[in-house]
C-alpha cells in the first residue's frame, strides 16, 4: 500500500498546495513527517526535496511524496515521482508550489539562508543541510552527460530538449550551490 503526504497528514486532495485556496501542508509539516521514517528513509525525502529545488520541479507538493505501507513491516519512504522542470518553459509559472522558508520563491532565488531556516524548523543542522546540498549539485554535475545520454535514448525522446532540460538543470544548480556560500 502507498499513501502520499497528504493522506499521512490527514489532508483531503484538493489541499496538496500550501497557498492553495484551502492551504496544505507546508515544507516543515512534510520534513517532520519523514522524521517519523527510519533515518535513512528521513535523509532520503530531504534529498528529494532537494533535489526538487535543484531541478526546479515548481510542482512539487505534498501528493508528490509517499510513504510505502508493506504488512507487517514499518512504512518508508517511497521513490520520488512526477518530477519535472519548468526551466525550458518560462512562461510557465516558476514559483514553487510550497513556499521556501516561509515565502513564495522562484528556483533561482533560494539561497543559504533558506536552507538554514528549512533546516532549523525542522531540526537539522544548517550546516549538514548546505553541505548536502553541494553533494547533490556536485553528483548531478559528474554524472549529467551520462543521464543525458541515458534518457536521450529513450524511445520517444527529442535529444535537443534532453539537453536544453539538462543544461537549464544544470545551471539551476550551480546557481544554487553559488548562493550556499552567501552569508545568513
Given at each position: 500500500?502507498?499513501?502520499?503526504?497528504?493522506?499521512?497528514?490527514?489532508?483531503?486532495?484538493?489541499?496538496?498546495?500550501?497557498?492553495?485556496?484551502?492551504?496544505?501542508?507546508?515544507?516543515?509539516?512534510?520534513?517532520?513527517?519523514?522524521?517519523?521514517?527510519?533515518?535513512?528513509?528521513?535523509?532520503?525525502?530531504?534529498?528529494?526535496?532537494?533535489?526538487?529545488?535543484?531541478?526546479?520541479?515548481?510542482?512539487?507538493?505534498?501528493?508528490?511524496?509517499?510513504?510505502?505501507?508493506?504488512?507487517?513491516?514499518?512504512?518508508?519512504?517511497?521513490?520520488?515521482?512526477?518530477?519535472?522542470?519548468?526551466?525550458?518553459?518560462?512562461?510557465?509559472?516558476?514559483?514553487?508550489?510550497?513556499?521556501?522558508?516561509?515565502?513564495?520563491?522562484?528556483?533561482?532565488?533560494?539561497?543559504?539562508?533558506?536552507?538554514?531556516?528549512?533546516?532549523?524548523?525542522?531540526?537539522?543542522?544548517?550546516?549538514?543541510?548546505?553541505?548536502?546540498?553541494?553533494?547533490?549539485?556536485?553528483?548531478?554535475?559528474?554524472?549529467?552527460?551520462?543521464?543525458?545520454?541515458?534518457?536521450?535514448?529513450?524511445?520517444?525522446?527529442?535529444?535537443g530538449y534532453v539537453e536544453q532540460a539538462a543544461s537549464l538543470i544544470e545551471a539551476n544548480a550551480l546557481r544554487v550551490a553559488g548562493?550556499?556560500?552567501?552569508?545568513?
Amino acid at each position: 500500500h502507498q499513501e502520499d503526504f497528504a493522506q499521512a497528514n490527514g489532508v483531503p486532495p484538493g489541499r496538496k498546495y500550501e497557498r492553495g485556496t484551502l492551504p496544505g501542508p507546508d515544507i516543515e509539516t512534510l520534513l517532520r513527517t519523514g522524521r517519523n521514517l527510519p533515518p535513512a528513509d528521513a535523509l532520503a525525502l530531504l534529498d528529494q526535496f532537494i533535489f526538487n529545488i535543484l531541478v526546479a520541479n515548481t510542482d512539487a507538493h505534498a501528493k508528490n511524496y509517499s510513504l510505502l505501507l508493506p504488512i507487517g513491516s514499518e512504512p518508508r519512504l517511497a521513490p520520488l515521482y512526477d518530477v519535472s522542470t519548468v526551466l525550458p518553459w518560462p512562461r510557465v509559472v516558476q514559483y514553487f508550489a510550497q513556499n521556501i522558508a516561509g515565502k513564495k520563491r522562484k528556483p533561482g532565488d533560494v539561497a543559504a539562508r533558506h536552507w538554514d531556516a528549512i533546516s532549523e524548523a525542522v531540526g537539522y543542522r544548517p550546516a549538514d543541510v548546505r553541505k548536502r546540498v553541494q553533494e547533490l549539485v556536485d553528483a548531478m554535475v559528474a554524472r549529467r552527460v551520462a543521464v543525458t545520454n541515458a534518457v536521450a535514448a529513450q524511445p520517444g525522446c527529442t535529444t535537443g530538449y534532453v539537453e536544453q532540460a539538462a543544461s537549464l538543470i544544470e545551471a539551476n544548480a550551480l546557481r544554487v550551490a553559488g548562493r550556499l556560500r552567501q552569508a545568513a
